[in-house]
Every structure is written in structure tokens, then in C-alpha cells.
């Protein structure tokens, strides 16, 4: 690969000791390589943390799915921190070395759960007597699994951004080069990812937790010494702000003068923006009050009283898309129970195949990956391209189509999930055994439906974010999206413990709680998810969808208003 020859010492986004020469593909050649590695480590974990907690940990259902979701979601909240930590203070490259440090540190702890038996509580006896983790034990583990949530918060939000860095997309040849490192960078991904779900999760399951877990922290640590040495190669931007403080500046000046009286009023509005008809409340933050909030050349004083009208726009059009986001995030908790109670599943289901052959219950997180893939490929070649053909013209779903067959896909998952569990229970319970005689291959297609709710419903949504903002809202969409994959998961655990709660009062069965699914009435819980994954549906349908043609059209017309402005100049 040829380095890149696109830098400029005169850019002001340069620390001092940028300086130098480009990254070009001189450095990317760090930064995928300890995206690999890093990658490989995490996803080696998570993919099997669901596993390692039930029997390892004795963890009863309620307790795995609170720590599971609450960390899920903890690692995608703290992007937002990371990000504006990155953007304000420390820089991508910081950001990213102190957050492999500390997911390293995470992972060195957890190891260490592994190669002590007395951080764990005893092995349950015959899946019957078993003994649940002390306090100190948790205290222990939460501290490894909170460092790697720290850990992933920081890396999220710059790996990527820290790539296209090294690159010069004012030009033809730069922007060529970055559509190419984005290639690579899935690409890197996807092996990780393949790898960790294969190799490293049968070690664990079948070989030695220990060995298991000492491959992934030896990763991470390669993965850092990687970036420290490709150091000198890298272009380090300066941190230049963050557009949230643009937009929680907004929302203060608003509550300030939330009494001011805006019929005569004049706004702050430099660059002549369009104004939309929508929460016209939030104009307030760029009403002139006074001609005191301005200083002699005209600009406010102070930004957390007076802004622009750019800025409230922007905070317009990005409260407008939340109606679609909350409808995403009922996907995403369908997606959710699948990595934790699906595999609950999975653990208690017969996993020998006919050979002898021993499948690890986290294979079946491969399920939806595949079936994501057979629905990209299949519509890409032969829907697109077949169209193409035929009328001259390519036809694609829609993104109202996309997110609606993504619920449908959802509804369905739940559905299929609640029949295939009441299958696995019987044949259980009229075995006698902990582990059910019927395959853990029957669990596919829920699994598999899974991976039609990504492909379907969260590309389109991820889609929706990143083209309907502009362009210096990139970070925010994606900053909303892990808002969105977050709050499904402290959702997904809510739900669980009121149905705990509520199901076991009386001394009934408990739909979902206990040490043994066989003891609880998990098809009950199913079907509840596929009812609210129902009203998901027509809230979105009825209410939600309006917003993509709204958001659209005011997408549009800015651009438009954009390229007339550029016009007359």
C-alpha cells in the first residue's frame, strides 16, 4: 500500500508535535492492527461472558441478566463520555491509549477470577446445590467488568474517527484512501470477530477458561504495544470542542429566557440559517434581549445566554428523530435477550451433536451474524442488482420498509423463542434432566431472526441517524445510537426483574429467576416481549414513521438553502 502524501503543516487541528509527515497508510497500518487485537480481546469476552457468569458464578437467571444488560449498557453510555472527554480535553490518541489501559486492567482481573478458585463460589453440584458468589467476590468481578465498561466508553468513539485522521479528505486522493481504510477497518472487524466467536469461545467452553481467557488479555496487550510504537507515524489533531456543549447550550439559554415575550424579537443568526416551523420554544436561546449580550463586533458575550440559530436548529432536528430512535430501541432489547436468556437456553439444551462433536452454547451468537450476512448478500446481489436489470433503475426497501419488516423480524424472534422454549422445557422435565435432550440447534432460528432484526431494523436506523444529520452531527448520531443500544439494555433488565417480582408473588412460579430453567415458565416472559414488540409496531406505524418523511424534508431544504447560499457567494 503506497503512503498518503496528504498533510499540511498549517493545519490548525495539529498538536506542535504533528508537525511531521502524514499518517497516510504508514499509520493505519498501527491502527488496524491494534483494532484487531483489540477487537479479538473484547468481543472474545463478551461473546461468552453469558457462560462464564452461570457456571462459573452460580448466577441465578434475574442477577446474570441485571449484570449482563447494566454492563452492556454502561460500556455504550460511556461513549458519550469518552467522546466528549476525547473531544474537549485529551485528544483521540490519549483517549484511546488510556482506554485500552484500562480495558486491559479489566481483563487482568477477570483472568485472575479464572486462575483463583477462591474468587468464585463453589461448583454447583449437580446443577442443584448451588452456592451463590459472596459479596466480595461480585465487588471483585464488578471491578474487572466496570474497567472494561470504562475501557470500551473511551475506545467507541475514536477508533474509527482516530483513522480517518491520518488522512486529507479535501482531497480526491485522501478521500479515496479513507473509503478504502473503512474497508479495512470492517474488515479487520469482522475477522476479529469470526475468530473470537469461534476459536477462543470453544477453548473457553471446551478446553480451559483459564487458557481461554489469558488469549484475550495477551491480545489487548499486543494490541497497545502496536499503538505506542506506530506513535511517531500518527497525525494527532488537537481536541476542537464538542457539538454537545453546542447543544446543552441551547437548552440553557432557552430555560433562561423561557419568560422573554419573542414577537419583536431579533436573533442571532450570522449565517442566515433556515428557521423550521417545529419547537419554535427553542428560538428563544438566539433572541437578542439585550444589545448587551453582544460584544463590538457583534457576537454574543456569552454562549450560554446567546446562540445562534444554527444551533437551535441543529437541537431541533435532532429532538425530531427521537420518535424513530425509541421505537429502535425495542429492537434492540429483542437482540438483547437473545445474548443473555437465549444462551440461558442454549446451556441447558443437549449440545453433543451425532459425532461427538461438543458445541460451545456462545457459537449460537453466530446465528444472527450469518443470517445477517445471507439477507445483505441476497438483497444486494440479487434484489438490487436483479432490478437493476430488469427496469434500469436499482429498487430498494425504503427506510420505513426496512425498519418495519426489522419489527415484524422482532415480533417474531419472541414468538418462535416462546414455542421453542416450551419444547425444550417438556422434553426436560420428562427427562429429568438439567439439560434438556432436545439440540441446541433448534434454537437457531430464534437466534437467526435475531440477526434479521440487525440487519433490517438497526442498519436502517443507523442509516437514519447518519444521513438525516449534517455533517458536523456526525458524532452526535452516533452518540444517539449508543444512547439507543444502552437504554434498551437497562430496559431489558427493568423488564426482567418486574416480571421476577411479580410472577413469584404467592409462591408461583417465577417466569424467569431461578439457578434452573426448567423451574420457571420462560415461554410467558417470550410471549410478553412479543406483545410489547406489538405496540412497538403500531407506535411506529401510527406515530413514529411521520418523522423520517419530516426529518427528511427538512434535511433537504437546508441543503438545498445551503447550496443557494454558496450560490450567491
Known sequence: MAEGSNSSFDDPRLSPSSKKQPGGWRAVKYILANET??????????????????????????????????????????????????????????MLLYGSISSLLGMMILTITVIVPKLRPPTCIGQINCIDPSLWQLSILYAGLTLMAIGAGSIRPCNIAFGADQFNTTTKEGR?????????????????????????????TNISWVIGFAIPTA?????????????????????????????????????RKHRLDCSRCSFYD?????????????????????????????????????????QVENLKLLLGMMPVCLAGIGCFMTMDQQTTIGILQAIQSN??????????????????????????STYEILWVLQ?????????????????????????????????????????????????????????LPQFALSGLVEA???????????????ESMRTVAGAIFFISLSMASYLNSMLVNIVHKTTKKGGKTSWLGGHNLNND?????????ASIEAFNFLYFNLYARRFIATSCTINEESKEDQHNNEDQI
Open 37 to 94: 487485537f483489540e477487537k479479538l480481546a473484547s468481543m472474545s469476552l463478551i461473546a461468552n461472558m453469558t457462560v462464564y457468569l452461570k457456571t462459573k458464578y452460580n448466577m441465578e437467571g434475574v442477577l446474570l441478566v441485571n449484570v449482563i444488560n447494566i454492563w452492556s449498557g454502561t460500556s455504550s453510555f460511556m461513549s458519550i463520555g469518552g467522546a466528549l472527554i476525547s473531544d474537549m480535553f485529551l485528544g483521540r490518541y490519549l
Open 351 to 376: 449440545n453433543v451433536l451425532r459425532s461427538g462433536f461438543k458445541i460451545p452454547p456462545g457459537w449460537m451468537g453466530l446465528s444472527p451474524m450469518i443470517a445477517l450476512s445471507i439477507w445483505i
Open 219 to 255: 491480545c489487548l496487550l499486543v494490541s497497545i504495544v502496536i499503538f505506542v510504537i506506530g506513535h511517531h507515524s500518527y497525525i494527532i489533531v488537537k481536541p476542537q470542542g464538542s457539538v454537545f456543549v453546542d447543544l446543552v447550550k441551547v437548552i440553557t439559554a432557552a430555560t
Open 521 to 529: 415458565k420462560l415461554e410467558n416472559f417470550y410471549y410478553l416481549a
Open 176 to 204: 479515496s484512501q479513507l473509503e478504502s481504510f473503512f474497508n479495512w477497518w470492517y474488515f479487520s472487524f469482522t475477522f476479529a470477530l469470526v475468530i473470537a466467536l469461534t476459536a477462543v469461545v470453544y477453548i473457553q
Open 270 to 310: 450570522p449565517d442566515f440559517h433556515p428557521r423550521t416551523k417545529q419547537l419554535r420554544c427553542l428560538e428563544k436561546a438566539a433572541a437578542i434581549a439585550d444589545q448587551n449580550e453582544l460584544d463590538e463586533d457583534g457576537k454574543p458575550k456569552n454562549g450560554w445566554r446567546l446562540c445562534n440559530i444554527q
Open 387 to 443: 432490478t437493476k436489470k430488469l427496469t434500469g433503475k436499482a429498487k430498494r426497501l425504503t427506510m420505513t420498509q426496512r425498519i418495519n419488516i426489522g419489527l415484524i423480524s422482532a415480533m417474531a424472534c419472541s414468538i418462535v423463542a416462546s414455542f421453542i422454549e416450551k419444547k425444550r422445557r417438556t422434553a426436560a422435565l420428562k427427562h429429568g434432566s438439567f439439560k434438556s435432550p432436545m439440540s441446541i440447534l433448534m434454537l
Open 456 to 470: 433490517f431494523a438497526t442498519v436502517a436506523i443507523m442509516e437514519y441517524l447518519t444521513t438525516q444529520l449534517p
